[in-house]
């Protein structure tokens, strides 16, 4: 998960530097899936987050 989030994050910088956002992500993710299919919903989730958040948007992920 981690290694799908790296290439989203890398994808988004420039959405993400433009609207100024923060993202703090965890550092281990338990979890295994098709991962072409996880990042393209990571990659729709932290766009959608910044494209109709607020201005200079944090986005950040809390372990429960």
Do not use: C, F
């Not at 530097?17 to 703090?24: E, L, N, R, T, Y």
């Amino acid at each position: 998960m981690s290694a799908i989030l790296e290439r989203v994050m890398a994808e988004l910088q420039p959405v993400i530097a433009a609207a100024q956002a923060q993202i703090q992500l965890p550092p281990h993710w338990p979890a295994a899936a098709v991962m072409p299919w996880i990042e393209t919903i990571w990659t729709n989730y932290i766009s959608n987050a910044i494209k109709y958040g607020e201005n200079r948007p944090i986005l950040w992920w809390a372990r429960r």
